[in-house]
């Protein structure tokens, strides 16, 4: 499923080495691929080869998978909370799995890499550049 990003992204991915994702990447993904399909962008055929090759690559250790957990869900709220960032629910939690796990933070969203970047969080912007 090529997208604009998708070979910034592969370059991004082959330099790491653990990459991490947490159940809601995993949520957020299917997410994404189930709107494409309800959108025409795919037939349900090739929704299901991508899905099953995800999940292959999860579930064959390409990826560390992590749990979230009630401290994640804390720290969320938490950076919520201090309402100086504008944060939505999942990407506190995206933020709150990075910093708990230590883990650099990879994403093409300009604002949530903002606010990484104000909670002191190492993040690496994907962008065509």
């Known amino acids: 499923m090529p997208e604009r990003l998708s070979a910034r992204a592969q370059e991004i991915h082959n330099l790491q080495t653990s990459p991490a994702i947490s159940e809601l990447v995993e949520l957020e993904f299917f997410s994404a691929l189930s709107l494409r399909l309800r959108l025409g962008e795919l037939e349900r055929t090739h929704a299901e080869r991508v899905a099953s090759l995800f999940l292959s690559h999860v579930d064959g250790g390409l990826y560390t998978r992590i749990h979230l957990h009630a401290g994640h869900y804390l720290a969320a709220r938490g ?3 201090r309402f100086d960032l504008p944060l939505r ?3 506190a939690l995206h933020l709150a799995v990075a910093a708990g796990e230590n883990l650099e933070l990879v994403t093409a969203d ?18 065509s550049s």
Do not use: E, F, H, K
């Open 110 to 127: 300009q604002q949530l890499a903002r606010n990484a970047r104000g909670l002191g969080l190492n993040v690496s912007l994907v962008s």
């Open 79 to 81: 950076y919520i909370a």
């Open 89 to 91: 629910s999942p990407d």
